[in-house]
């Protein structure tokens, strides 16, 4: 009779040799729970997160009290996911520390995505950058509808200016999957880009992310 030992080496061994792909989503799950369940079959714990979470994306973006609720979690295990989910986001934003956005677009979508593509709440982000369109700060607005009643564009130009910056992408996710814009996505960015042409802060675009695509406002011709 096989023994979870046993599993647990092929898994090992599947992982270290087989390539991206080697592993199922669930046995990724089962791999990453080895360090905080020590002995035992963490195969149905981490179905069981799947098929509660939709995904293994979901399931390492949940919160970390809903992760140590599931049947056969606790505190450790939802960390040990977590962890993982940290990792991934500042590998993603590594990327596009002290490098010209504008020509590393495909990092800063995936740093984006990495991070706000499976949220469940609408979020809202402004990245500030230098003369030579390096970030110079990651902004969390807020979270909630993109208008006028979470996102002020003076706010947005006046912290720009506290700031030194020169430029500003506006970003938001649409938890729903779809990231076509509304007119309200529309509407805010026309009124935050015309404000900061006053002010001398230029809005390089407004990107919205959902769940494997993103839009861009600019190559829409919306800016």
């Known amino acids: 009779m096989p023994t979870a030992t046993g599993h647990r080496e092929r898994l090992r061994q599947r992982l270290l040799t087989g390539g991206a792909e080697a592993l199922a ?35 390492l973006e949940a919160e970390p009290a809903a992760l140590a609720k599931s ?14 989910a940290l990792a991934a986001r500042r590998m993603a934003r590594s ?16 740093y984006l995505s990495t ?20 970030l110079v700060q990651d902004h969390h607005v807020g979270d909630g509808s993109i208008d006028e009643a979470a996102i002020h564009p003076r706010e947005v130009i006046r912290r720009g200016l506290d700031l030194g910056a020169a430029a500003l992408i506006l970003v938001h996710n ?31 675009d407004h990107v919205i992310i959902g769940h494997g695509r993103h839009v861009s406002l600019k190559a829409q011709g919306l800016i």
Do not use: C
């Open 25 to 59: 989503d669930y046995e990724v799950l089962e791999y990453l729970l080895f360090a905080a369940i020590r002995r035992g079959d963490t195969k149905p714990i981490a179905k069981a997160l799947l098929a509660r979470f939709g995904s293994l994306a979901r399931v």
């Open 71 to 84: 049947p056969g979690m606790g505190e450790a295990s939802a960390a040990a996911l977590k962890a993982v």
């Open 95 to 110: 990327e596009v520390a002290d490098r010209p956005v504008i020509s590393n677009w495909q990092a800063l979508i995936d």
């Open 115 to 134: 991070d706000m593509a499976n949220l469940t709440v609408e979020r809202v982000r402004v990245l500030y950058l230098d003369t030579k369109n390096r």
């Open 174 to 204: 649409h938890p729903s999957g779809s990231p076509e814009p509304s007119k309200a996505d529309i509407a805010i960015t026309h009124r935050i880009a015309e404000a900061g042409r006053l002010l001398g802060i230029t809005v390089h």
